[in-house]
């Protein structure tokens, strides 16, 4: 079974950006994702790719600030995270081993995750 981690979170000001690294133990032809989680809230899908990056999903709150992308060369999927704002503070997990990428990404629809990486913006 494949294994995710991400990398790649931080302390950053209100509109700086930030890239997260999400790295798989082998190449998957999977759909991957992110996903957040503030506390007090449930766990939101952020993004997701198809397995040959040709399909991209995010939710309507990060749409035209976040790009995710893929390198099967490497096994990683990253998410450019631009323009941020406080309320994206998050931990952020990156998921895989799904062959759905919803118009709004599903935590349902995913087998695989990682430990999470600590987003927080400061305003």
């Known amino acids: 079974q494949v294994q995710v981690k991400e990398s790649g979170g931080g302390l950053v000001q209100a509109g700086d950006s930030l890239r997260l690294s999400c790295t798989a133990s082998?190449?998957?032809?999977?759909?991957m994702g992110w996903f957040r989680q503030a506390p007090g809230k449930e766990r939101e899908g952020v993004a997701c790719?198809?397995?040959?990056?040709?399909?991209?999903n995010y939710h309507a709150s990060v749409r035209g600030r976040f790009i995710i992308s893929r390198d099967n060369t490497l096994n990683t999927i990253y998410l450019q995270m631009n323009a941020l704002k406080p309320e994206d503070t998050a931990m952020y997990y990156c998921?895989?081993?799904?062959?759905?990428?919803?118009?709004?990404?599903?935590?349902?629809?995913?087998?695989?995750w990682g430990q999470g990486t600590q987003v927080t913006v400061s305003s």
């Open positions: 790719i198809t397995w040959n990056g040709g399909t991209t």
């Open positions: 998921a895989a081993d799904s062959d759905l990428c919803a118009f709004s990404p599903r935590s349902v629809d995913f087998r695989t």
């Open positions: 082998k190449l998957t032809f999977t759909v």
